[in-house]
């Protein structure tokens, strides 16, 4: 992550916004632990500095975001191996998910396997037009295994997801919008300009209010509807105790734009 060393993960912060970027091209910025690794202290700087308001993952390069776990790394693998590998992607990727501030997935390419994991566990999918996703991962001999077996049917269904996991298919990117996958699909060549845009867009709301509204749906979702919405109040009851509140309220009474103090 410093200057000169070795890395496969890039980091960049401008206006406010972190962009991490996966950075094996060659290998379409498919993922072994030192990546996933890199990826995780790569979040957790942007999460931890006070001067980045919302995280952007994408991939080097033309064709990926990311074309799954490595798959050199994996088919050494024994068992034993293959689960511990699984819940470390898993917990890497829970960083992203439950990450107080929101991250964008950039997805300006493949986004297979891992990949796809990859783009789930983000808050926001913003994909180009070229970018194609899939489960492939029963052609390997595999399941998916860095939470795309749950990822995936709570954001299309599981009758939708049951099929790309089973069958392998890739999708287009206007697919994965269709089926709410993604959340939005813009030209190739505008996606990081586009995406930029959003991030500004998000970097200018209340960062407290913003966490809350993560925590409320990632945490109420797994929740039953009676604590999910106990939970909600909870957290919709704390924002009057913060100056954002305050400032943002008054801002619109007094016909102005709000600036937000993250307190
Ligand atoms: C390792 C990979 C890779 C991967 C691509 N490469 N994907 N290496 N792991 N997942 C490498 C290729 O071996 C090749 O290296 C180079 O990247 C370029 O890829 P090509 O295959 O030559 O490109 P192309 O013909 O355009 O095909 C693109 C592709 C294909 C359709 C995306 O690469 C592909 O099918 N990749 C694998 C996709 C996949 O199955 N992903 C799921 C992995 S399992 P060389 O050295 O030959 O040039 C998984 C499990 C997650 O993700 C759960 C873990 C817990």
């Given at each position: 992550m410093e200057q000169g060393a070795p890395t496969a993960v890039e980091y960049t912060v401008r206006d406010r916004v972190a962009w991490i970027t996966v950075n094996r091209p060659k290998k379409l910025n498919a993922l072994n632990r030192a990546t996933v690794q890199e990826i995780t202290v790569a979040a957790t700087r942007a999460i931890d500095d006070?001067?980045?308001?919302v995280l952007v993952l994408t991939g080097a390069g033309?064709?990926?975001?990311v074309a799954g776990a490595d798959i050199g790394e994996m088919a050494a693998m024994d068992a034993r191996q293959g689960q511990d590998f699984g819940r470390f992607l898993q917990s890497s990727f829970d960083v992203l998910e439950r990450s107080p501030k929101p991250v964008i997935a950039a997805v300006n390419g493949f986004a297979l396997g891992g990949g796809c994991e990859l783009a789930m566990a983000c808050h926001i999918r913003i994909a180009g037009e070229n970018a194609r996703f899939g489960q492939p991962e029963v052609g390997l001999g595999?399941?998916?295994?860095?939470g795309g077996t749950q990822r995936l049917q709570r954001l299309v269904g599981r009758g939708k997801a049951m099929e790309l996991i089973l069958t392998g298919d890739m999708i287009s990117a206007d697919e994965a919008h269709r089926i709410g996958l993604v959340n939005r699909v813009v030209p190739a060549a505008e996606l990081r300009t586009r995406v930029a845009a959003a991030a500004a867009g998000l970097a200018a709301k209340s960062p407290v209010a913003l966490a809350r509204a993560i925590d409320a749906v990632m945490t109420g979702g797994d929740l039953g509807l009676d604590d999910a919405m106990r939970l909600e109040a909870a957290l919709f009851g704390l924002c009057f105790a913060t100056s954002d509140m305050k400032e943002g309220t008054s801002a619109f009474l007094e016909k102005r734009k709000p600036e937000f103090s993250g307190t």
């Open positions: 006070p001067d980045v308001a033309e064709k990926a975001f595999l399941i998916p295994g860095a």
